[in-house]
Antibody
C-alpha cells in the first residue's frame, strides 16, 4: 500500500519560498507512477499544482509555472515542492498525491499540510 | 484549460434515498482512440484528503461500496449514491484528466435531510 506524508514549515513569510517534502513509503518512486502536488485554500476547492516522474520530467499548471519547482530524490524516496514569491493567496492545505500518468486520476493522497503565508 | 462545473453546490438527502451529482466539462473528455472518458470522482470527508471513488467515469475503485456509481460520456457526467448512508456525508469532486492542467469541479456537499 502506497503511503505519502507531507512535511515542511507551516508558516511562511510573504515573498519567501514555500518548501514541502513528500515522503513515500510502501512503494519505490523509481518503479513508476507520477508524483504530484495539489492544494486547497481553506474552505475552497482543489487546484492541481504539478507532477514529476522519477526520471525528472515535470508537468506544471501554467497558472503557477513561473513560481513552481518540483523535484525528486529517488535515494530518499521522496519528492519536493518549491513555490517562490508567496502571498497570502498561497495559504492552503497542500497535498501530495500519485497517479499512473501525468494526466491521470489520483490514486493515493497524503494527509495534507496546512501552510499559512503571514508576516 | 478545461473548466469543470458541478451541480448542485449542495444537496440534502434522506437516509436510504438516492443522491445525484452532476459534472459538466467545457469540452469533451472522451478520448476516441481508446473510448475512455478521462473523468474521476473523489469523496472528501472533513479533515481528510480526497479519496478516489470512480475513474474512467464509471469504474469503481477497489473497496468502494457498490451504492456509488458513475455514468456519462463526453461532457456530461453523473455520480449517483443509490441509497445514502450516514457515512456518505462529504464533499464530492469531479476531476478531468483529459488534458493538462488537471482541473477539478467546485465540489458538491452532501448532507442528511
Amino acid at each position: 500500500q502506497v503511503q505519502l506524508q507531507e512535511s515542511g514549515p507551516g508558516l511562511v513569510k510573504p515573498s519567501e519560498t514555500l518548501s514541502l517534502t513528500c515522503a513515500v513509503s510502501g512503494y519505490s518512486i523509481s518503479s513508476g507512477y507520477y508524483w504530484g502536488w495539489i492544494r486547497q485554500p481553506p474552505g475552497k476547492g482543489l487546484e492541481w499544482i504539478g507532477s514529476i516522474y522519477h526520471s525528472g520530467s515535470t508537468y506544471y499548471n501554467p497558472s503557477l509555472k513561473s513560481r513552481v519547482t518540483i523535484s525528486v530524490d529517488t535515494s530518499k524516496n521522496e519528492f519536493s515542492l518549491n513555490l517562490s514569491s508567496v502571498t497570502a493567496s498561497d495559504t492552503a492545505l497542500y497535498y501530495c498525491a500519485s497517479g499512473r500518468g501525468p494526466e491521470y486520476h489520483l490514486d493515493y493522497w497524503g494527509q495534507g499540510m496546512l501552510v499559512t503565508v503571514s508576516p | 484549460d478545461i473548466v469543470v462545473t458541478q451541480s448542485p453546490d449542495s444537496l440534502a438527502v434522506s437516509l436510504g434515498e438516492r443522491a445525484t451529482i452532476n459534472c459538466k466539462s467545457s469540452q469533451s473528455v472522451l478520448y476516441n482512440s481508446n473510448n475512455k472518458n478521462y473523468l474521476a470522482w473523489y469523496q472528501q470527508k472533513p479533515g481528510q484528503p480526497p479519496k478516489l471513488l470512480i475513474y474512467w467515469a464509471s469504474i469503481r475503485e477497489s473497496g468502494v461500496p457498490d451504492r456509488f456509481s458513475g455514468s456519462g460520456s463526453g461532457t456530461d457526467f453523473t455520480l449517483t449514491i443509490s441509497s445514502l448512508q450516514a457515512e456518505d456525508v462529504a464533499v464530492y469532486y469531479c476531476q478531468q484528466y483529459y488534458s493538462s492542467p488537471l482541473t477539478f469541479g467546485g465540489g458538491t456537499k452532501v448532507e442528511i435531510k
